[in-house]
């Protein structure tokens, strides 16, 4: 990760979530949380994500929508929990916002990370750590969790447990989380933020979870919060959006519809749901174009506001940012693309026939007295769309 000197965005952006609902057991309330925990939401071909473009740069207007119906959050009230961008993080653009934990609740900042599903945070009495004795509805499972790894070079080990959380008034009575050790490659322990708590779509029931995702012992946990929050109804709208607004560097996270006084152009655009896709909020990129050099596509892209940069499959990074007239500095721990300050062209990733334009100040950014590329090197045959995407 890398930090950031200057932000050059001008123009605002959020993603939003939608998925399918399921009634609850019968003869039991919304809050129950009695049913096996890997019976989730099935992913179904009813799962969209919802492009949704602030006013201001034009970047896409009703006349060029693809959505066949309106955002359903007119006829809901929405809950809102801001967000603020981590002061001194050597993460670009992280933003953390406020969760409750425990009964009574103890409160922490976390990353909202819509490319997990799994919530952690640090068990102890210090500020910032989980003190799990204060806390009545807190159980110990003793399930060992994954090793998560971090691009960063963050590493989280611990035991699975379940507990009471709360984020923006709406509760998860029994969430699985990790009680986490957090160290980093080098053996330091350290970490930015107080926690993370995931928000990605869950393991499909009777589906073994990708390795390094969780082993089959972990299957009952690998359910994400906004799983739980959607499974029971407890959302009379299931869609949550982000806004980040890296010049101000605050954000929000709005559960349960979309703030109508923030939105411009909408679109939905349909989930991959294939079993090759990421278990993300993942969809189809269909082409890029930058300048002359049009580029078609069908690589699938996961939507993710726990990476900071544009992660592209290495052949197609080179592409785009040789087309941007970039260097490749390949000496750095992790390797980045240089570009001139000027004349810049703007990039556009087609997704079918919704077409997002992103304009060289929101897909660069200056650091170390140098402008850098967004778009970065990837090994991964995927995409991922990071916050530089999403602002």
Same mark, same amino acid.
């Given at each position: 990760? /890398? ?6 965005? $001008?123009?605002? %952006? ?5 998925? %399918? @609902? ?8 919304? $809050?129950? &949380?009695?049913? %096996?925990? $890997? ?10 994500? /919802? ?18 119906? !309106? ?29 409750? +934990? ?8 976390? +990353?909202?990370? @819509? ?17 799990? !004795? ?17 691009? *960063? ?11 009471? +959380? ?51 012992? %972990? ?25 980040? *607004? ?28 294939? $079993? ?20 078609? /596509? ?5 939507? *993710? ?19 941007? &007239? ?6 750095? &721990? ?29 897909? @660069? ?13 990837? *090994? ?12």
């Amino acid at each position: 990760m /890398l930090k950031e000197e200057k932000a050059r965005c $001008n123009r605002k %952006e959020i993603v939003a979530f939608e998925q %399918e @609902t399921r009634e609850p057991p019968s003869g039991q309330g919304k $809050n129950s &949380r009695t049913q %096996e925990r $890997n019976s989730v939401v099935n992913p179904s071909h009813r799962e969209t994500v /919802l492009l949704v473009l602030f006013r201001g740069r034009g970047m896409m207007t009703d006349k060029n929508l693809t959505a066949s119906s !309106n955002p359903p959050t007119a006829e809901y009230p929405v809950a809102k929990t801001p967000l603020a961008e981590l002061p001194d993080s050597t993460a670009l653009y992280t933003f953390v916002g406020m969760v409750d +934990i425990g009964t009574p609740s103890q409160t922490f900042n976390v +990353i909202f990370d @819509t490319g997990s599903t799994k919530a952690w945070v640090r068990p102890g009495a210090s500020v910032g750590f989980f003190d799990t !004795n204060k806390s009545t509805t807190f159980t110990e499972s003793g399930v060992v969790a994954t090793e998560i790894d971090y691009g *960063d070079g963050t590493v989280v080990q611990g035991t699975w447990a379940t507990d009471r +959380i709360t984020i923006a008034g709406f509760s998860s009575p029994a969430q699985p989380f990790v009680q986490a050790t957090v160290t980093t490659k080098n053996g330091n322990a350290t970490h930015a933020a107080d926690g993370i708590v995931g928000m990605a779509r869950a393991v499909p029931p009777g589906t073994p979870p990708p390795m390094p995702m969780g082993t089959p012992a %972990e299957i009952p946990y690998l359910t994400s919060w906004w799983q739980e929050i959607v499974a029971y109804r407890l959302v009379a709208c299931p869609v949550f959006a982000f806004d980040f *607004d890296t010049q101000a560097r605050t954000g929000q996270l709005t559960i349960g519809g979309v703030d109508q006084a923030m939105v411009g152009g909408v679109a939905w655009i349909p989930l991959n749901t294939s $079993n090759s896709a990421p278990l993300q909020w993942t969809v189809q990129v269909t082409g890029m174009q930058v300048a002359n050099t049009s580029i078609p /596509l069908s690589i699938a892209a996961g939507i *993710d506001t726990g990476t900071s940069l544009i992660l592209l499959p290495t052949d197609l990074s080179v592409q785009i940012n040789t087309a941007l &007239r970039g260097t490749l500095n390949s000496s750095d &721990r992790f390797p980045f693309w240089t570009v001139p300050y000027t004349g810049l062209p703007p990039v556009m990733i087609a997704f079918g026939a919704t077409m997002v334009t992103l304009y060289p100040d929101q897909y @660069t950014f200056r650091i170390q007295g140098g402008c850098r590329s967004g778009f970065s090197n990837s *090994d991964k045959k995927f995409a991922v769309l990071g916050s530089m995407f999403l602002r």
